[in-house]
């Protein structure tokens, strides 16, 4: 979240090492969920079942119907993420965890649900999840993935409302910033420069060079490089549209 992918990997491994050599399953079931969850914020669902496989066998044998819940959602995002069909599991996790009584969460699950049901196609459902999200979220307060919600509300838009698309975009990009979220600004600032890249590519690069300055630990991770990818194309639509300069005379090489 705070832009330090690696100092994270790191420091949740080593939890979910001590929690295994410890002896309370309860502790390592926390930390075979958090690896799992930021494993699936940084966009790698084979390492999200990796720990998520992990952790339903503990859940399963200690009879842990929380986290047990929890794993099935997360194995329903990667499934979904890698293109098998994962939005039932997710779905079915989703019912198990309500069922559980438990408030925790909830908004994080939905933004997953609307992940997979927008990569399955389904826009309806997504922007139902979405919503979903909000509700729940204004409820328990959760604010986790709140600039998410607003960036996944406005890429789902933009075939349908640009106006409400672009307002979607960049409250997630004003949200993250407020919450120093440094990784989630980066991304809502992708997602809206991709939108302005055509319709205000100026725009569109000053989004990109204030979500991109300074790079610190963000500077090795995929949406880095699509940033400055991003960059690279705004400049060329910016020099397209650039009008012609008339040569003026006594300018070229050799009249002096």
Partial sequence: MLGE????VARSRDAVQLARDG???STLVLALHFAAVLHQFRGDPDTVREYAS???AVAIEHRFAFWQAGVTVLLGWAGAATGAEGT???EQGIEAWRATGSRTYPAYFFVLLADARSRGGD????????DEADRVGAVTRERLCESEVHRLRGELLAGRSTGRAEASLRTAVTTACAQQARALELRAALSLARFLRDR??????AVLVTATTPTGGLR???????ALALLRSCALVLNDLAPDVPEQPGSRPGTH
Avoid: K, W, Y
Wanted: proline share 12%.
């Fill in 123 to 130: 826009t309806d459902g997504a922007l139902a999840a979405l």
């Fill in 200 to 205: 205000a590519p100026n725009e569109a690069r």
């Fill in 88 to 90: 039932v599991l997710l």
């Fill in 5 to 8: 992918p690696e100092e994270a």
């Fill in 54 to 56: 992990a952790n339903l």
């Fill in 23 to 25: 002896s309370q399953p």
């Fill in 220 to 226: 090795n991770t995929p949406e880095m490089a699509e």
